[in-house]
């Protein structure tokens, strides 16, 4: 039996959005990503200011914000699915054997280029670092290590807003 697009993407978690969203835009805890207490947090971390202001697009329902430095750049994206079980059916679905990364929660794990998937409550976080320098920041840092303290960062964050 063949079952409409829409119905499947619901079933999939991929529309609906998270709870309290607004229709047209992500949600807060989404948001914050690009914002200034995480871009804070990052610069004190890496010891290095993003270049710019990082910049943002959302196409329901995934939001990516981009971080531009002087060497390099990262990539944040943050999946809004309709439920925790659908946040880690996701990540299942995309973790294959890739090795797993207890302290940044349930199912989080990282790719073998140090890319990072994890999730908080209905909301999965991807931190791809490919366009980063080996090693990042001041003092340096390996690529894997800024890809875990980006997202123990946006963990962190998104703890406090819950």
């Not at 949600?27 to 971390?45: F, R």
């Not at 679905?93 to 140090?114: I, K, M, Q, S, Y």
């Not at 890319?115 to 908080?120: G, K, L, M, P, Q």
């Amino acid at each position: 039996m063949r079952r409409p697009l829409a119905a499947l993407l619901l079933t999939l978690g991929l529309v609906g959005g998270s709870a309290g969203c607004a229709a047209g835009k992500p949600a807060e805890k989404t948001a914050m990503v690009c914002g200034t207490e995480v871009a804070g947090e990052l610069a004190a971390a890496f010891g290095t200011p993003a270049r710019t202001t990082p910049a943002s697009t959302w196409v329901k329902p995934t939001f990516t914000c981009i971080y531009e430095y002087a060497n390099g750049s990262f990539t944040m994206t943050v999946t809004e699915l309709k439920d925790e079980a659908a946040a880690a059916a996701y990540l299942s679905d995309r973790r294959g054997g890739n090795e797993l990364v207890p302290e940044l929660g349930a199912g989080a794990f990282h790719e073998p280029n140090g890319n990072v998937y994890a999730s908080r409550e209905a909301s999965v976080l991807y931190v791809d670092v490919s366009r980063l320098p080996e090693p990042f920041g001041t003092p340096p840092s390996p690529r894997a290590q800024a890809a875990r303290t980006i997202a123990e960062t946006v963990l962190h964050c998104w703890t406090e807003e819950s």
